[in-house]
Nanobody, 121 residues
Framework: QVQLVESGGGLVQPGGSLRLSCAASGSIFSIKAMGWYRQAPGKQRELVARTSSGVGTTYADSVKGRFTISRDNAKNTVYLQMNSLKPEDTAVYYC???????????????WGQGTQVTVSS
């Protein structure tokens, strides 16, 4: 089993910054991908940013130049630095981690519990 613990959400004014963290622990052999998704009220969950082994980093067009995804492999942790936040960034942010639990094993996706980000004056 794999556990994800998210932190860093909150209320921020437009133009402000927040940093989200997501730490993975448990039966992890390797991490294939780590990413952040968000879901605003009444909308579908959407990709924000993702970093994958052998593929690289992907950002949603709406956050390019403002958000930066990074990871600390030693800590099995992924971060999302969010700058120049806008009211339309308001959503619940979820981390996603794709892992294998043994050598040449199947890949499994795990979701974090979600953290609320509210951008408002």
């Amino acid at each position: 089993q794999v556990q994800l613990v998210e932190s860093g959400g909150g209320l921020v004014q437009p133009g402000g910054s927040l940093r989200l963290s997501c730490a993975a622990s448990g039966s992890i052999f390797s991490i294939k991908a780590m990413g952040w998704y968000r879901q605003a009220p009444g909308k579908q969950r959407e990709l924000v940013a993702r970093t994958s082994s052998g593929v690289g980093t992907t950002y949603a067009d709406s956050v390019k130049g403002r958000f930066t995804i990074s990871r600390d492999n030693a800590k099995n942790t992924v971060y999302l630095q969010m700058n120049s936040l806008k009211p339309e960034d308001t959503a619940v942010y979820y981390c996603l981690v794709r892992v294998t639990t043994r050598w040449r094993g199947d890949e499994y996706d795990y979701w974090g519990q979600g953290t609320q980000v509210t951008v408002s004056s």
